[in-house]
């Protein structure tokens, strides 16, 4: 991250002066204005220092220190001034000034060297504090479970990302965790009490997708009825996650190469220029490579995305996870939902766990488990109660396990599966006629239910885009329905 510098003075010589003093330090961004007033308005570009001038036209330089200071009380401030009076001085640091020079003799050089010192406490103490951060997380990061040699990799490969601000690519199947691959990233790094924002970019219909990204001015464009800040201004000093990132159109792609490069955003119908500092992680379960070479990925984006990429293997390849996680995920529903009763996995059920092959990952176990224990009639949950035959999706590719999950699934199964809440049934007689939006709609939850919650396997059952599934599911979900 630039180190941020406010020059606040109305002699633009002395401004300059300043300038060309200060021009050699490294990673250091400096603006310059003439009168307390406007640096005031611009403290959301967050400088970490303030060069400001006693004297000067409007509301001076003591004032402005007031209010800088009422507005940030951690804000450093270094006065500067053309008077010696002790008096000035002496206010000054009262109101939290961090020091005082006097224009003259050597004055630029002082603070040159003030301001050097200021950013090497600043560098050192980010240091300490990421150190610290590193000892807060002796081992794994808390809800992410897995022993395997896999996982054990991805979580070595996390506790590196929390150090320093490279772009995070996160890739594996649907369902193996990257979101909350990268939640882990966000919560554990220093950026963790900033925001984290979540951008979906399968969901977004594509004439939103720039204002979404970069907001708007209202007026920009018919239905902008008023300013809205982007997905990017709301992320500042935090992360933005860019989840189906395989997605986005080439022209969006054009757009957000531009950030990362220039770290700024431009709202849709604005020309001003607004310095955003954020972090970028994204996911992808496409193999971007391939969309490269068929040119529907820029490369130039590509590199900049994955800068640091973490692979999350599939559950399958996961040793002994599967029970490990389906343990977990039956401790936290029984935790969460004190009513049900407690049950431990029989011995074949684990086995089924564990040769399972999973093809909807973590997602479609943790579902099994907790469906398991609502619906389990036994004393201990047994295979029949995970369901698998039922959601099992022909694109699987199953092992098969004593005898249980060589079921070929079937269209009928799904159908005759209990109706999914909120999903309209079609009509049961010939002369009832129901709606196409209807029968989509209940295709749609349909299918997303019994795949397990899983996109991918939705969108290939369906035949439609996994853009569209998103899309799809948005629209029902602020409908009501609930699946
Ligand atoms: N290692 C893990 N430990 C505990 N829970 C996990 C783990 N991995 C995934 N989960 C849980 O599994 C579910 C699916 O994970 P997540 O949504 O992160 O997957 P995804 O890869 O983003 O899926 P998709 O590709 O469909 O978007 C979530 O409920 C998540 O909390
Ligand atoms: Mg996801």
Sequence with gaps: MPFRLFIV?????????????????????????????????????????ILLDLVMPGQGGLETLRQLKINNPELTVIVISSQTVVGVALEALKLGAYDYITKGHDDTVKIRRLVEQFIERKKLSTEVELLREQLRVPHGIPGMIGESAGMGKVLRLIKKTLIGDLSVAVVGESGTG???????????????????????????????????????????????????????????????????VGELNLDLQAKLLRVLQNHEVQRVGSSETIRVDVRVICATNRDIPTLIEESKFREDLYYRLFQFPIQLPPLRERDQDALLLAKFFREDFLKRHQDVKPKAFSAATRQLILEYDWPGNVRQLKNAVERALLI????????????????ALNTSSKKTT????SVEPSVDMALNAEPVDGVTLLPQHPEDICSLEDIKRTAVIQAYTVCEGNVDQTSIRLGITRSTVYRLLEKYKKEGHSF
Excluded: W
């Excluded at 004593?402 to 999950?405: D, F, M, R």
């Design 9 to 49: 003075d109305d002699d633009p010589e002395y401004s300059a002066l300043l300038q060309f003093q200060l021009r050699k330090l490294e990673d250091t961004d400096i603006q310059v204005f003439s009168r307390g007033e406007h640096a005031y308005d611009s403290l959301n570009r967050e400088p970490d220092l």
């Design 178 to 244: 990257k979101e909350l691959v990268a939640h882990s990233i966000h919560y554990n790094s220093p950026r963790r009490r900033e925001p984290f924002i979540l951008v979906n970019c399968a969901a977004i219909p594509r004439d939103l997708m720039e204002s979404e990204f970069f907001g708007h001015e209202k007026g920009s464009f018919t239905g902008a009825h008023a300013r809205k800040t982007g997905k990017f201004e709301q992320a500042n000093r935090g992360t933005i996650f860019l989840d189906e």
């Design 376 to 391: 389990s009639d036994s004393e201990e949950l047994i295979p029949e109660d995970l369901m698998l035959e039922l959601t």
């Design 402 to 405: 004593n005898g249980l999950s």
